[in-house]
């Protein structure tokens, strides 16, 4: 069965983005890329909210045909070039980049279907609002956090709001030079 995978950046103190949206306080470096793009092995699905998938599809479409792009963009972008793109939303109905599939209405049974197909895991990545939906409804089976050197104080938040207990185990965590620690845990 394929699973979830939850990658998301977050500040010491839980949030995802600074109180306007910013997130130039992430630490994204060689290494951390180099640990990120590791995903592209294990996974052939990308799953996004409706604003991250926005913020992604007005950018990665545009790095194969400039020819100026950074190496790094350019093999994330290869992968999503071949990967489904999964966007969870109740407002758009269609869209133009090639290989998007639209959830809107039922999304943890269609999520569950998606995760008794064949392929390799699902990458959710960042989407704070709909990764908290995912574990209020248990659809998330391993859970990547990498935790900022910074504390923003105020933002938003990447748990806040759950209903329930969520209780997790630590299989791994790695620290970075540059000072993130990316925190593996799966449900316990």
């Known amino acids: 069965m394929r699973k979830v995978v939850f990658f998301i950046h977050m500040s010491l103190d839980g949030f995802a983005a600074g109180p306007n949206g910013e997130m130039d306080w992430i630490v994204y470096d060689e290494d951390m890329q180099k640990y990120a793009h590791s995903f592209h092995a294990t996974t052939d699905a990308a799953i996004y909210g409706r604003v991250t998938y926005e913020m992604m599809a007005s950018y990665w479409p545009t790095v194969l045909s400039n020819p100026s792009s950074d190496p790094g963009d350019r093999s994330h972008a290869e992968w999503l070039e071949d990967a489904t793109k999964i966007v969870v939303s109740r407002t758009l109905d269609s869209t133009d980049w ?60 990447v748990f806040a709001g759950l209903e329930q207990r ?23």
């Not at 209780?167 to 316990?188: K, N």
């Open 98 to 157: 090639k290989g998007t599939v639209v959830i809107g209405e039922n999304m943890a049974d269609e999520i569950r279907k998606l995760k008794q197909q064949p392929g390799k895991d699902m990458w959710l990545l960042g989407s704070p609002t709909l990764a908290r939906s995912f574990a209020q409804h248990g659809l998330i089976d391993d859970y990547r956090v990498s935790v900022n050197p910074v504390i923003l104080g105020k933002g938003l938040p």
């Open 166 to 188: 969520a209780p997790l185990t630590l299989v791994d965590s790695q620290r970075f030079d540059a000072g993130t620690v990316v925190m593996r845990y799966v449900p316990a």
